[in-house]
């Protein structure tokens, strides 16, 4: 059974960092596409970053947070992360995880974060404040 644990939220200041970790069981993370997505309070879901299968690992990043997080994928440990620096307060969100084996018709990255989608682990939250 897939299955996604979240970690790694919490309170930091702004130009801070924080890291969050998406752990897998049930599957291999290098043969899956994952994804990090965030959903600011009071409005809709975005996508953060997402990384392909381990076959390129090829990254992909909204532009809100392009150079200053980045996604990484342990195989070892099945986990993957999310590096998050220079926080600001629009960072603010719950922060979530997914996977999606990247078949047709949503083989890349970016695609899994253009569309959201993949089976979801639970959140995290994640406050940017002085």
């Known amino acids: 059974q897939l299955q996604l644990v979240v970690s790694g939220g919490g309170l930091v200041q702004p130009g801070g960092s924080l890291t969050l970790s998406c752990a897998a069981s049930?599957?291999?993370?290098?043969?899956?596409?994952i994804g990090w997505f965030r959903q600011p309070p009071g409005k809709e879901r975005e996508a953060v970053a997402c990384?392909?299968?381990?076959?390129?690992?090829?990254?992909y990043y909204s532009n809100s947070v392009k150079g200053r997080f980045t996604i990484s994928r342990d195989t070892a440990k099945n986990t993957v992360y999310l590096q998050m620096n220079s926080l600001k307060p629009e960072d603010t969100a719950v922060y979530s995880c997914?996977?999606?084996?990247?078949?047709?018709?949503?083989?890349?990255?970016?695609?899994?974060?253009?569309?959201?989608?993949?089976?979801w682990g639970q959140g995290t939250q994640v406050t940017v404040a002085s």
């Open positions: 997914a996977a999606d084996p990247l078949t047709s018709p949503i083989t890349t990255a970016q695609a899994m974060c253009d569309e959201g989608v993949g089976s």
């Open positions: 990384i392909s299968t381990a076959f390129d690992s090829i990254k």
């Open positions: 049930g599957f291999s993370t290098a043969k899956y596409g």
